[in-house]
């Protein structure tokens, strides 16, 4: 079985890096440059990994299948998951 790659969010998956991004500024005033973005992308969605902290030593990472919607309780539990890590 292949490793896939880990890439960056934005590239892969540009609409889920900016609702991330909206979410997180909207909501809790964490901003774009507060967080690095990656994606493996699997067979049924996306492994979505968000780095944060000093140096981004800090991850949460999270499976979302798709279809991806930003209206979804999966993305919505995942949003929270991030700021409570970075709060």
């Known amino acids: ?29 964490i901003h774009s440059y507060d967080i690095q973005a990656d994606a493996i992308q699997k067979e049924n969605g996306v492994e979505v990994i968000i780095r944060f902290g000093q140096y981004f030593h800090h991850q949460k990472k999270e499976f979302l299948s798709n279809p991806i919607e930003r209206s979804s309780e999966e993305f919505n539990k995942f949003i929270h998951k991030i700021w409570k890590g970075l709060s």
């Open 1 to 29: 079985m292949s490793q896939k790659k880990i890439q960056s969010l934005q590239i892969v998956y540009p609409n889920l890096y900016r609702w991330i991004v909206e979410e997180l500024e909207e909501k809790f005033c």
